[in-house]
């Protein structure tokens, strides 16, 4: 079993996931903690799970941002049929990932079968995942499927990756080891089963309920907290403030509110209310306003750096890239 150090370690100048880092991911299945148990996975609550997260970017930058965008896609484990999704997350090494984008197009066939065509961008974890998730076009027969207001049906897949070519071209700057590439099918051929609906759930854990845009937010906001706290602990081998010692402060004081906040939701979804839209708007402006905070803070440290935080091969530069590479995410982003 792999310390949080050794895998700090281990990632330190990394390009791609070490395999026995891989290989501990897979046995502690930390890509499942959103699965259900039911279907074999860790089924964390939402303020265990935000935990691990946090924990895990606080290692390393590409290591969270990996495990929270594919455990994220594991997610939608909820949304499959529960026989297909029982068969596959009995193994250890399933993990999801994909493109939210619409890049193809899916020809339903007369025995139910689906032919795939189309590329897509980005999917993080691409060389690690078991499954890529994505979103096409239908077509019956190579006719296009339109809904009651004539616009075309988008429905969602999972394609194993041996069917996949994966186009290796993440060119930033920062986020060097999620394995963030495109990918391709050509004239694919899956199951009828292989796909899911977004707004269909086969559970019924508090999880399930949770809006998934509250979910987004507070999965990722995490990754910059962690990601923050990480730089300003680097930041401290070479400098020590009353100013950077406030920061890490403030950042362990933010996540505690994320975990309040991710408190609040569950206890209102275990007495069977709903998460109104206004709680969802609080909860996002609140995330738009801690990661502008945490830009600032972390450009005022790493001004005062001199030299050695210019330096490509020291931790602090690589800590630097990945936070403002995944601060570009557009979901903090202003309109």
């Known amino acids: 079993m792999l310390s949080a150090s050794a895998l700090r370690i281990a990632m330190q100048g990394a390009t791609a996931i070490p395999e026995e880092v891989i290989a501990h991911i897979y046995k502690q299945r930390w890509l499942q903690i959103w699965v259900p148990q ?5 089924g964390c609550d939402f303020k265990t799970g935000l935990t691990h997260l946090y924990e895990w970017a606080k290692m390393d930058g590409s290591l969270g941002w990996m495990l929270t965008l594919c455990s994220g896609a594991n997610y939608f484990a909820r949304n499959m049929l ?12 399933t993990c999801f990932g994909g493109s939210g984008m619409v890049g193809g197009t899916a020809d339903e066939q007369e025995n139910g079968t689906y032919v795939l065509d189309g590329l897509w961008h980005y999917a993080t974890g691409a060389p690690y995942l078991s499954h890529f998730t994505l979103n096409a076009r239908l077509l019956k027969q190579g006719k296009p499927c339109l809904d009651a207001e004539g616009n075309p049906c988008i429905r969602s897949f999972i394609v194993e990756q041996s069917k996949v070519k994966i186009i290796p071209n ?9 394995g963030t590439f495109s990918f391709e099918v050509n004239q694919v051929v899956i199951p009828a089963d292989y796909y899911f609906e977004y707004d269909t759930f086969y559970t019924d854990d508090v999880v399930t309920k949770i809006p998934f845009r509250v979910f987004a937010d507070l999965t990722l906001l995490v990754n910059y907290l962690g990601i923050a706290y990480h730089f ?9 403030t009353a100013t950077l010692r406030a ?33 969802q708007e609080e909860i996002h402006a609140f995330g738009v306003q801690i990661v502008e905070q945490l830009i600032e803070q972390v450009i005022q440290v790493h001004v005062q750096l001199g030299i050695k935080g210019t330096q490509v091969d020291q931790p602090i530069h690589q800590i630097f890239c990945d936070f403002f590479t995944a601060t570009q995410h557009a979901n903090f982003r202003a309109e």
């Not at 039911?38 to 860790?42: E, K, M, T, V």
């Not at 993440?170 to 999620?178: D, E, L, Q, V």
């Not at 300003?232 to 020590?240: C, F, K, P, Y």
């Open 82 to 93: 529960p026989e297909t999704a029982k068969e596959l997350f009995a193994k250890e090494n």
């Open 232 to 240: 300003m602990e680097e930041a401290a081998v070479l400098l020590s």
């Open 170 to 178: 993440w060119k930033s700057m920062g986020m060097k080891a999620t």
């Open 38 to 42: 039911s279907y074999d996975g860790l």
């Open 247 to 279: 920061y890490q402060a403030n950042i362990t004081t933010t996540f505690e509110t994320v975990v309040e906040y991710a408190k609040q939701l569950e206890d209102t979804l275990v007495k069977s209310a709903t998460i109104t839209m206004a709680k």
